[in-house]
């Protein structure tokens, strides 16, 4: 394993080693310009079979399926996927909210060490990596490269980045969108605490551009229980001076009911438009949540 | 309070999820603070206050005025007059309802009855509720007019003498008056002073408002029967009575002649005319009746003639018929000729048949029964209605101690003297200073029994007197034959109280009368025999003697006919139980009681002019109805209305007002509402804020620790 000077607060070696062996494969078709392990648009010479079709002059002799011409008398060419290397951008949502973290690290510092695993993953299995962080505009993008010293570069931007700030999710996904020529992988990692249906129109737009999108939807414990006692003032992490004091004991059902209610909404968005939605609590060891994903994804895609 | 200034500080993203919550929570939270902060801030001044101990007018609480209204209902007789096809009573319970509908709930009530004497029907002030004015309701709905008179004034006495209550501030006697003049007593004028100082000083203001009923009431004139008279409502079988019934036209027009019936039970007695009489005029007509056997018969006299006051058309009296009275006689015994012995002659005036199988049927009601003075102690005196001393020579003091048990418990006991008395020893132990049973001292004896050129004429001393009223009749009875040869003399100084029933011509005492408690006692100064007199040789010896003998008897007799007030009495054995119903048909338990070595039944409650029943309680058999008569006042006849100078009289007194209408209630005078203390309304105040900021308090908490799962993200 390469040595990474300088950042060892963004990635846990413990976190890596349970994701040797693992791979990121994207489940539908990307464009690449090298032959990789994913499946490409092209069609063309390639070890898996797609279908036959009717010979027409100007076809490679060389391509005619003799086989079928023995049995039918008739000439058809054979025509194979190719395959092509992935593009894999993964989008860390910078937003304010995205700083809290109480008893576990916060959700961001969780973000920013799974986007390195998975740069790293990627960059290790020869595909491109790209980085996109975002605040209230996209605050740093790291265009995908296939070069494994690219994540040097991508793990840098990592630990320079800080959430702060009231972000629009759907706006700057729908301008990152606008920034990738290719069709690839999109790994956003974000608590989604953004307008649901602006949401969906950018997962939408997203996902009509031909990207593949996977959601790990990170949020921390004490957002899922509130078990606050006393008396306490919440000051908002997004805007500055926005505070409410409350006993949250009197909250909690309500609250609790409004947070069920939005993780429903997103799963239910994700459904509609086809996004790969994985939840990932901060409680939870961030290797073997990850390493768990991955598994359960290559298993899926094998099936099909 | 606290916990909010130990706030800790959270740096929160997911800011929405809780603005939502907090915008969907926050109307109630702050319903539950604004609850919250009231109650707390009702704890801090309830106590506070409660420390203050302040007083609050009694009408901040309610808005009326506290009163107690005292309802004076006129039970009288004339209340039972009709106004067109209803009678007044009717009108004044009508009236007394709806006055009981206006009261208010801080008002207390209580309800008089004016009858001969006033009489509570609430005793104790009944706070108004609508259960207690419906129970109210149904006992003056009860309510009937008697054939006693109605004494309002006293009745507005009685109201103004109570007790001021502490909790009303004013006092108002709603009196209710058919406008009969006598039941106001308008010409009694210390009377009127007297009620209205009491008005005046009574510690509340208190007013007296007079609602006026029967207007247009008819007036068909008013011819009563008073009353009946009898000489004396008891007697023998076969012995004639006089009974006499007075009447008198009350109305203001001269009366249509008319019949009187008599009756006794259902048997008809005969009928008398009763001329026409002018207003105001009256006329007795007298029946002579004698009854075949013993017991209590009602007479009745009823005029036939119907007018506006019904209730005094007809007049009742009980006699009471004996078959047998028992005397008795109290003689040494006498070893000489039968003429020395003076109960011979008494024996012989009572009746005595000689030729009667063991010589005890008697002629007379009278049966006597002749012992020697030592067998006094050893005999039972209450058997017998009277004693006579017949000259005894000694009756030991026990005996005379035991006699005056006797009289004092109704006997009646008559001594008369002759040769064995002795002036020394009977003033010694009859006289004893005035505190015996003599009633006058005696001194020594005049004239000579063997001289009988020398005499002193006898006379009955009045004719007013029941004892001598018949021996007063020359022309009946020949009482001035009597000569009396040798006699004591009575110190006419040494006594009090005593009547003189014969005395000599010349003013003399020779038969003195003393009542001592219940009972009486005659002293003759001469023996019943005729020894020293020719008295026994007299016609009216007879009658003397058994008029004595009825006058002696009388107080042990039950008296039948009683006026209001009067107790009624009846022998009866010690712890017996009886019934008494009243003339308006209430009935009431009644037990013997033990006064004077005899035990009786007592009713002194005599208010309802009527028939009282008396039924003995006994196990064996049916009970025995005892009757009573209590008898009217013949002033209620008297249907005079108030004039209006008494009108004026009446309004002119301080407090009272006339005809108030729906202001019947309504109070006058300076009022000084009562305060009430409000620290226990505070305290009580105080606990139900402290339970209630509990129980919010004990809610919030319950709603802040409800036991929630956190949301599940899912995969």
Sequence with gaps: ?304 | MLSRRQQKRISWGAMRFLKEAVTRRRRLWRLTDLLLLLLRTAVFLFFICALARPLLPATWLGGATPREVILVLDQSMSMSRKVGDTLLFDLQIEQANATLEKLTSRDSVRIILAGETPEWLTPDAIEVSPSAIRKLRTQVDGLKPTLGAGDLIACVREAADLEAPKDKSARVIVVFSDRQRYGWRVDERPLWTAVQTRLQQAAIPSSVNVQLLGEGVADTGNLCVNRIEVARPFAAIKQELNFTAHVQNRGPKPSAATLLGWKTGDQSLGVATIPELAPGASTTVSLAHEFANAGVFEVAGRLEAKDALAGDNDARVLVQIYERLPVLIVEDTNTGEAIESDSAFVLAALGARKAGPANTGWRSVFEPVVIEPIALLATDLNRFRCIILADPRNVEPAAIDKLEVYVRSGGGLWMALGSHANEVVFNDRWYRGGLGLAPLKLTAAIGDANNREKFFAVRAASDAHPATALLSDFQRLDLDRARIYRRYQFDAASGNDVSVLLEVQHGDPVVVERKLERGRVLVQSIPLGISWSSLPLCQAYVAMLHEWLWYLAEPALPARNLAVGEAIMEAASPKDIAELTLPDSRMIECEATAASGAAHFRHVATRLPGEYVLRLKTKESEAVPTRFLVQRSTEESDLKILSEQDMQQIRATNGFQIDAGPDALAVSGKIEVPKHPLEGWLLAALAFALVGELLLAGWTTQRRNLALKPVAMGG
């Design chain 1, 1 to 304: 394993m390469t040595t990474l000077a300088g950042v060892s607060d963004v990635l846990n070696p413990k976190d890596l080693a349970r994701l040797e062996g693992l791979e990121l494969l994207a489940s539908r078709v990307v464009d690449g310009l090298l032959s990789g392990k994913h499946r490409s648009q092209m069609k063309g010479g390639s070890a898996e079979f797609t279908e036959h079709r009717g010979y027409v002059p100007g076809d490679e002799i060389r391509l005619i399926d003799w086989k079928v011409f023995g049995k039918s008398d008739r000439y058809f060419i054979k025509q194979y996927i190719e395959q092509t290397c992935l593009q894999v951008i993964v989008v860390v949502d910078g937003s304010g909210s995205m700083a809290f973290g109480l008893d576990d690290m916060t959700k961001f510092h969780y973000a920013r060490s799974l986007a390195a695993c998975l740069t790293r993953l990627v960059l290790r299995q020869s595909d491109s990596a790209g980085l996109a962080v975002l605040g209230s505009t996209v605050r740093n993008y790291v265009p995908p490269r296939a070069n494994p010293n690219h994540f040097q570069a991508i793990v840098r931007m990592l630990g320079d980045a800080q959430p702060s700030g009231e972000t629009s999710l759907a706006q700057n996904l729908t301008e990152l969108a606008r920034r990738i020529k290719r069709r690839g992988l999109i790994v956003l990692l974000s608590d989604c605490f953004d307008d649901l249906d602006a949401l969906r129109q950018a997962l939408h737009f997203l996902r009509a551009r031909g990207h593949e999108i996977i959601l790990l939807h990170t949020m921390a414990r004490e957002e899922l229980t509130f078990d606050f006692g006393g008396w306490s003032r919440f000051d908002c992490l997004e805007v500055d001076g926005t505070f409410l004091s409350l006993d949250p004991g009197l909250v909690r059902k309500d609250y609790l009911e409004s947070v069920q209610t939005f993780l429903n909404g997103l799963k239910r968005i994700c459904g509609e438009t086809g996004c790969d939605y994985h939840p990932l609590p901060t409680d939870q060891p961030m290797g073997e949540a990850l390493a768990w994903y991955l598994q359960r994804r290559s298993a899926r895609l094998k099936q099909t």
